[in-house]
């Protein structure tokens, strides 16, 4: 039997949990080992462990892989979720980069000084509601149907609706208006895999708290 | 006969460099639209075209295309730049996604203020070659290879050149200075001693790599001046993007 996949990182979201949401969704059971300090990821990076001395960092199909992009679209291919044929997979690729920039908003946020979070959580839930919610509502009324691209289950619903329940996390009445978004939420939510993923005691990280902050910023030399 | 890729975006370099190049390396003929006013961005965006309200924008193929990523993954699978197979294109995903990074952070510089412009720079540079370069030199001497990913030239291969030629006009020597080469030009039987004794081999190795891709016919012709390749952000670039944007 194939050894499972094992994810290097901290303990936290940060940039590997898209990767744990969609392993979670395809029914992939991973392991993973947790960055405490500093000394932890120079040991990475000396075992040469780490192409270009960064992390998420995942162990799969006896490959050291890094660079969420390339673990994601690896990911995506291999368990069949990222679409039927090239166009698809454009249309998944636009979608979740959209996705992607939001998220960098939103990891550039949560490693703030306090005194700038206020105008970055401003900046950000302007574009949540004036840029991107309303970009992938039309997407769904375009079509009518049940998921975001080739009417069946594709890593573009994951990454979408893993920004949902981040979007209702930092304001829900941010998606008050939105009715097809909130109804693809509740049906991905519903697929075994993620339920199974939503429950406590999952691999699914909770947002950044004070004391996770101070350990992120020791671990990646953050000022 | 199919109309040719439209690509709109400011002229200069920033998001949409990378994809000028693939586009070119694979010997497609491509159109340009240039932003210059808030206007002309004003109007695409009420248009409809730009997804999040940003370029760059490519139609191709019917669709209309936004976010870089995603066009560039879907001209290497065009255009068979991407690999055989999915291993293969993990590693192409990688080594792209990486020069990519590099590349965004000089593109990002242009925007700084001087000292913080400076800083960065030599931060890019000192990256490049104290992490990135390293990474594709032992890449390139681990399978004696004349591209990066399975013995065929791929999107990564042209990123990585890009990106090489980028970091040279920050720093000429980044891959230059290296003793080595003396001795592998002037006393070739002591060649392969001495790569293997002194570990800057790697620039040798990464030089190689810069003529050879360097002289790919489409690269070739991509690399003269009147071609598409636009030029480092001036002051002008900058001051256009900021008016646009309302940076």
Not at chain 2, 139 to 168: P, R, T, Y
Request: a positive charge; one cysteine or more; charged letters at 30%.
């Amino acid at each position: 039997m194939a050894a499972k996949p094992k994810l290097y990182y901290f303990d936290g979201r940060g940039r590997m949990e898209p990767i744990r949401w969609l392993l979670a969704a395809a029914g992939v059971e991973f392991e993973e080992e947790f960055l405490e300090t500093s000394k932890d990821l120079e040991k990475l990076r000396n075992d040469g462990s780490l192409m270009f001395q960064q992390v998420p960092m995942v162990e799969i199909d006896g490959m050291k892989l890094v660079q969420c992009r390339a673990i994601l679209n690896y990911i995506a291919a291999k368990y069949n979720l990222y679409g039927k044929d090239t166009k698809e997979r454009a249309l998944i690729d636009m979608y979740i980069e959209g996705v992607a920039d939001l998220n960098e908003m939103y990891l550039f946020w949560s490693i703030s000084p306090p005194n700038e979070q206020a105008a970055k959580m401003t900046q950000m839930k302007d574009k949540i509601a004036n840029c991107y919610l309303p970009a992938f509502e039309k997407v769904l009324k375009s079509h009518g149907q049940d998921y975001v691209v080739g009417n069946r289950l594709s890593r573009a619903d994951i990454h979408l609706v893993e920004l949902l329940y981040t979007v209702d996390e930092l304001d829900p009445s941010l998606l008050a208006n939105f009715p097809l978004l909130k109804a693809l939420k509740t049906r991905i939510s519903n697929l075994p895999t993620v339920k199974k993923f939503l429950q406590p005691g999952s691999p699914r990280k909770p947002p950044l708290d004070e004391k996770n902050l101070a350990k992120v910023k020791e671990i990646f030399q953050l000022k | 006969m199919a109309a040719k890729p439209k690509l709109c975006y400011f002229r200069g370099r920033g998001r949409m460099e990378s994809i000028r190049w693939l586009l070119a390396a694979a010997g497609v003929e491509f159109e340009e639209e240039f932003i210059e006013t808030r206007e002309q961005y004003e109007k695409l965006q009420k248009d409809g075209r730009l997804l999040f309200g940003q370029v760059p924008l490519v139609e191709m193929d019917g669709m209309v295309l936004t976010q870089t990523k995603a066009i560039l993954s879907y001209l290497a699978a065009k255009y068979d730049l991407y690999g055989k197979d999915l291993k293969e294109r993990v590693r192409v995903d990688m080594y792209a996604d990486g020069t990519l990074d590099l590349m965004m952070m000089i593109a990002l510089a242009a925007f700084k203020t001087p000292g913080e412009k400076e800083e960065n720079l030599a931060l890019v540079v000192k990256k490049a070659k104290t992490c990135y370069f390293p990474a594709f030199e032992k890449i390139l001497k681990d399978h004696g290879e004349d591209f990066l990913v399975g013995n065929k030239f791929s999107w990564a291969d042209v990123q990585l050149l890009e990106a090489i030629l980028m970091v040279e006009e920050l720093d000429a020597s980044v891959l230059s200075d290296f003793p080595l080469l003396k001795v592998v030009c002037e006393q070739p039987h002591k060649a392969q001693e001495a790569m293997n004794r002194d570990k800057d081999f790697s620039k040798i190795c990464l030089q190689a790599f810069k003529t050879r891709i360097s002289s790919i016919p489409t690269i070739k012709k991509f690399l003269q001046p009147g071609s598409q390749r636009k030029l480092p952000p001036d002051s002008h670039y900058v001051k256009t993007v900021r008016k646009v944007l309302q940076l």
